[in-house]
């Protein structure tokens, strides 16, 4: 992870940070080798960050099978994060809605930076599902919660953003270009939903709305992800109109209209 230049920089928080990351992202556990491979760092030290991390129950260690897992603590400050965001909690009725009438996984994000982060997900009922980790990160431009929340904002922001973020392609389908992305921008606004197609994973589709304030700024996006082969293209349009309206229920609510 490249190591920004800011005055007070703290080397060893950083890469504390780098490790909770790669923990959050494992469900399994990871071994402490792994961990400092991944992290660019000596295992020594590896070893000494995730000890610290767990004397402040950030990190916990399973001797039995020798992994390490992310601890209680984060759960705590991550809890804290969501709730600072009051339109979690209303949102989850909605969610449980859209993954009953759809079948499939429906999601909560925001845009934090240049990339959406998932806050809250009610799971498919589905044996095989379609799943991005709540606190998983994708680049905005291969989310459809992502374009959705960037179709609200003017044409030049857009390509500001572009400029500051670049592009960062995760399957063949990904925008590789302002042109392509602004073409598809458009399309979004006539209808109202954005689609990613296998666009941040091969044989995944997600279909997304965004969720406007008082003053008509995103406040966050929902969606609907699913197996390709389950969401065809042509189920997106359905899904797509669903989604929309209900993300207009979920706007009109928040806002306290009926």
């Known amino acids: 992870m490249p190591v920004k230049s800011k005055v007070g920089y703290v080397q060893s928080v950083q890469r504390a940070m ?7 992202a494992s469900d399994d556990g990871q071994r402490l080798s792994d961990l400092a491979m991944g992290a660019g760092l000596a295992v020594s030290t590896t070893h000494r960050l995730l000890t610290t991390l767990e004397i ?4 916990y260690f399973d001797p039995e099978r020798r992994l390490w897992h992310i601890g209680r603590e984060a759960y705590s400050v991550g809890a804290a994060y969501v709730q600072k965001y009051n339109f979690v909690t209303p949102s989850l009725p909605y969610l449980r809605k859209l993954r009953d009438e759809t079948r499939e996984t429906a999601n909560l994000g925001i845009l934090d ?12 009922r589905e044996i095989v599902r379609a799943i991005s980790p709540t606190g ?3 680049p905005a431009f291969c989310s459809g919660m992502g374009k959705a929340i960037l179709a609200t904002w003017s044409d030049i922001q857009i390509e500001r953003f572009a400029e500051r973020a670049g592009f960062h392609p995760m399957t063949r389908n990904s925008h ?6 602004m073409a598809e921008i458009y399309h979004i606004r006539n ?6 197609d296998e666009e941040y994973a091969a044989g ?7 969720v406007l304030s008082r003053s008509e700024d995103a406040v966050c996006a ?8 389950r969401l065809s293209i042509s189920r997106t349009n359905e899904v797509g109109v669903r989604i929309r309206n209900m993300a207009q229920s979920l706007t009109q609510s928040l806002r306290g209209s009926p």
């Open 176 to 181: 590789r270009s302002l042109e392509t992305l």
């Open 191 to 196: 209808v109202s939903y954005a689609i990613d």
């Open 113 to 124: 930076g240049e990339q959406i982060i998932t806050i809250s997900q009610v799971e498919s």
């Open 18 to 24: 780098t490790l909770l990351r790669a923990l959050s």
């Open 136 to 138: 998983g990160r994708v």
């Open 222 to 229: 929902i969606s609907v992800s699913a197996l390709s082969s």
């Open 204 to 210: 995944l589709r997600c279909v997304a709305a965004v």
């Open 56 to 59: 402040e129950n950030f990190a």
